[in-house]
């Protein structure tokens, strides 16, 4: 078959293209917070390595993920459930519709999407190392009954940044959990009342808080009181129902 001159020029530049991106994602060093509405999606990535960190409540997770992770890239290689409520793991299934995911750790019993060979409980705390990089995963509690409460946290530690994810924890929890090094972290519990406390940051001074939320919730998050404390603590802001996604260079 005799190929014409147009779509060879074509093939070529889409190849040209392909080659471009797949350099710019070798260099890319990242953390995404996702606006998936009310609920959590955190996109951590390095280079070829992805790590999902909650999931959204559904298929809205696919767009933010999909304007990061290279068209030709079909695998995520660590997917994290904090816990098993729709708003953090409800866009577990469209992620297994369009990606190969290697690994998920999270709480037991294991979702049923989920291969018992990919599926890694969280029982003990685990250590992730990613290049220059460490994923900490571990229960907030050992003890509560409250999925909230024993909801599994993530420490995201790079050369420059520490990044602690919260889930739906509380404030008490938060401040015995906190890292004294995080400069960046999730308010708990999408800015509830309870997730946040005057003395649940005595220990650290994060440079940034983000609040994954969804616009006009019924719920009321963020609270007042959560956005007052922030406040009164000088600790810069960030909204995904007003702001939208937040994409951090890690570099």
């Known amino acids: 078959m005799k190929l014409s001159g147009r ?18 994602s070798s260099f890319s060093f990242k953390i995404v917070f996702c606006n998936v509405g009310q609920g959590a ?21 696919l767009a933010c993920i999909g304007r990061h992770i290279p068209f030709f890239d079909h695998t995520i290689e660590t997917v994290i459930i904090s816990h098993d409520q729709k708003d953090h793991a409800g866009g577990l299934a469209s992620i297994y519709g369009k990606y190969i995911v290697n ?8 979702p049923k999407i989920v291969k018992e ?7 003990d705390p685990v250590v992730l190392s990613v290049g220059t990089s460490t994923i900490a995963i571990k229960k907030a509690s050992q003890s509560s009954a409250s999925l909230n ?6 420490t995201l ?3 420059h940044q520490t990044i602690f994810l ?9 401040k015995s ?34 609040i994954s939320v969804g616009i006009k919730n019924g719920y009321g998050h963020p609270s007042k009181q959560a956005l007052d404390i922030l406040k009164a603590k000088k600790i810069r802001t960030w909204r995904t129902d007003e702001q939208g996604e937040l994409v951090i260079d890690l570099k």
């Not at 409460?149 to 993530?154: E, H, K, R, Y």
Request: net charge negative; hydrophobic share 45%; aromatic share 8%.
């Open 7 to 24: 779509f060879i020029i074509l093939l070529c530049g889409a190849a040209i293209v392909t080659i471009i991106l797949f350099i710019q």
């Open 41 to 61: 999606a955190t996109l951590f990535q390095m280079g070829s390595y992805q790590a999902l960190i909650d999931t959204g409540p559904d298929q809205r997770v």
């Open 103 to 110: 690994h998920v750790y999270g709480p037991l019993p294991r």
């Open 117 to 123: 060979n990919q599926y890694i409980p969280i029982i």
């Open 149 to 154: 409460d024993s909801a599994n946290v993530v």
């Open 157 to 159: 530690s790079t050369p």
């Open 166 to 174: 919260t889930s739906d924890i509380n404030g008490i929890e938060l």
């Open 177 to 210: 959990l906190l890292p004294k090094a995080t400069t960046i972290f999730e308010v708990p519990h999408h800015g509830s009342k309870y997730g946040l406390y005057p003395d649940s940051l005595d220990l650290a001074e994060p440079a940034l808080a983000v």
